[in-house]
């Protein structure tokens, strides 16, 4: 997993304003992130990810954790969730980089492995964002998300 600057990352498709709203009070209330963004490595699309991104937009922060996915590999499959839509990796990459992107709830990826849920602090990710200047951090999670271990709060490390 890595921390990746927000400015990197493309949409794909729309989002729910409402599910952002819910989703950013969760967070705040829990005060952790649980879910690395899932990108595309060559043109750092977002393929699941998009109310989180909003979320952390909104919240101000710098950098968020992202998983990378190359869509060359031929194990990582996309479809359509609307008969109306066409969707294959080529379109996806195409009609974002126009800024073109796919009404909500279009695009479905299975990926070849299962994206694991994290404990990062949201105070961590903050102090990030006013420590950093590089496009893109190297960050081991302590902790999987499920564990009941503590953390420090100012970098998401065990205590």
């Known amino acids: 997993m890595k921390l990746v600057n927000i400015n990197l990352l493309k949409h794909i498709e729309d ?3 409402k599910r952002v709203s819910n989703m950013k009070r969760k967070m705040l209330e ?3 992130w649980e879910k690395p963004i899932c990108i595309e490595e060559n043109h750092f699309l977002i393929l699941d ?6 979320v952390a937009s909104e919240l101000g922060l710098k950098y968020i954790p992202c998983e ?3 869509y060359n ?5 996309v479809w359509s969730l609307r008969k109306e839509c066409a969707v294959s990796k080529h379109q996806v990459i195409e009609r974002a980089l126009r800024g073109d992107i796919y009404p909500y709830k279009t695009a479905k990826h299975k990926f070849p492995q299962k994206v694991e849920k994290v404990k ?4 961590g990710l903050h102090a990030y964002s006013k420590t950093n200047e590089e496009d893109i951090i190297d960050y081991e999670p302590t902790c999987k998300a499920g564990t009941n271990e503590n953390y420090n709060i100012s970098c998401g490390t065990r205590v």
């Open 120 to 123: 990062i602090p949201l105070e």
């Open 30 to 32: 829990n005060g952790i």
């Open 73 to 77: 590999d031929e194990s990582l499959l």
């Open 68 to 70: 990378f996915f190359d």
């Open 15 to 17: 989002f729910s304003k």
């Open 49 to 54: 990810g998009q109310h989180r991104y909003e």
